[in-house]
């Protein structure tokens, strides 16, 4: 790709940049959220038309760029965002664009035989392709993702944050599958913003910045710090800034807690001030555990008392009017009203700041949303610009804004990093840190054994939807956490 610009109005997304990769290469590619990675990747599936520069592949000029075309040349993009038919089942989205090569009509047997070979492929055999695609868990719509591009034979494959919804044990088959198709001569294009991921498996790195290109490295001749400081241009001393808060009276108590299939017999506490963590593989049951007690979804049984009270939300409003927040893990369905306005969006939950007698005070209110988002360094056109229209780290800071602002003596934060780049995440931990010091009970819910490690006062693990252990600040080490989630 040479001097690829792309602009969207007066927004300047990309400016010049430049990406060459190598046949069999895997090639990272990173930034600060914003820096144009996405926008970059979407021009080189055809689902952009890039305003100037040229796309070579085979040294052949790709001047056709239509998503179809493009496909047809050996370009396959795994998106951040799935892009999946929830209603289709595992078969029909892996061969969504080829569903009878053969005639007219489709050979349902050839079909799922050929969609399991795919997954078998994949390590993930377990995995039925005659299930709706829309009832699998987020990591297996990924791997459902994964096994649709790679049925089409791709010469360059794009992983945009692939791993960022995937367990420990899921990575590193995935990473093994990634080598392997290296091997046979597939290049690799990386977006990931797990440092260590990108260190240990890629030949090159490209770093963006601010829509610019800033350089190309061998991966072996950079260190993790080195690269930060050239993703967000100064250097960053410390990931997990240091707490100073003082750890208070109990103020939530969840005893033996059922909900669904998935909780149970839950029980724990959480104090003012302290940050707890919760761990264990995906489908362990963190999310529909919190849910439960949010109102969300319903319980069985179980007793929740917060502040010395027993509660029973019996739905989110109930739980937001009493103090208690939720950050859900996906915030396309659950976090965001993806078409309405940014505005909108950060000051949905605490509406009674900015209103009196029904009537909202808009000059007070955007004065408000302006602070707020400039607190957690959000990058935004206008605040009136609707929410499906910022990048995937962005969307996730108007997601956690609103929590901010609904002032909750104890909120829960599932996966709050997902998907952020190393410069946005500090922040993060800056606002959970500052939540904590203000007496605020925290709960993070994170895939992430470091994030679980370097941020919380002690963590429950999870297995199978019950507690199977507690391990305190002293021995919060990622040999215990694996030991717990895996029941070894």
Known sequence: MNNISKHFGGVKALTDVSLKVKKGEIHALIGENGAGKSTLMKILAGAYQKDTGQILIDGEEAKIASPKSMISLGVSVIYQEFMLAPDLTVAENIFIDRLAESGMFINWKDLKKRAKEQLVKLGFEDIDPEAKVGSLSVAYQQIVEIAKCLARNSKVLVFDEPTAVLTFSETRKLLSIIRNLKENGVSIIYISHRLEELLEISDH??????????????????????????????????????????????????????????????????????????????????????????????????????????????????????????????????????????????????????????????????????????????????????????????????????????????????????????????????????????????????????????????????RQGSVVGEVGKSELTENNLIKLAMGV
């Open 205 to 462: 790195i490209t770093v963006l910045k601010d829509g610019g290109y800033v350089g190309t490295v061998p991966t072996s001749s950079i260190n993790k710090e080195e690269l930060v400081e050239m993703m967000v241009g100064r250097e960053i001393t410390q990931l997990f800034p240091e707490r100073n808060a003082e750890i208070g009276e109990e103020i939530l108590r969840v005893e033996n807690l059922n909900a669904g299939d998935m909780v149970k017999d839950v029980s724990f506490t959480v104090r003012s001030g302290e940050v707890v963590g919760f761990s264990g593989l995906v489908g362990s049951g963190r999310t529909e555990a919190m849910r439960a007690i949010f109102g969300a979804d319903k319980k069985k049984s179980g007793k929740v008392i917060f502040f010395g009270k027993e509660v029973n939300f019996k739905d989110p409003k109930e739980a937001i009017n009493n103090g208690f927040g939720l950050l859900p893990e996906d915030r396309k369905k659950q976090g965001l009203l993806l078409e309405q306005s940014i505005r909108i969006n950060t000051t949905l939950a605490s509406m009674f700041k900015i209103q009196k007698a029904g009537i909202i005070n808009h000059k007070k209110e955007k004065a408000y949303v302006k602070d707020l988002l400039a607190s957690i360094a959000t990058k935004y056109g206008s605040m009136e610009d609707n929410a499906n229209s910022l990048s995937g780290g962005n969307q996730q800071k108007i997601a956690l804004a609103k929590w901010l602002s609904a002032d909750c003596k104890c909120v829960v934060f599932d996966e709050p990093t997902r998907g952020v780049d190393v410069g946005a995440k500090t922040e993060i931990y800056k606002i959970i840190n500052k939540l904590a010091e203000e007496g605020v009970g925290v709960i993070v819910i994170s895939s992430e054994m470091a994030e679980i490690i370097g941020l919380c006062d002690r963590a429950l693990v999870m």
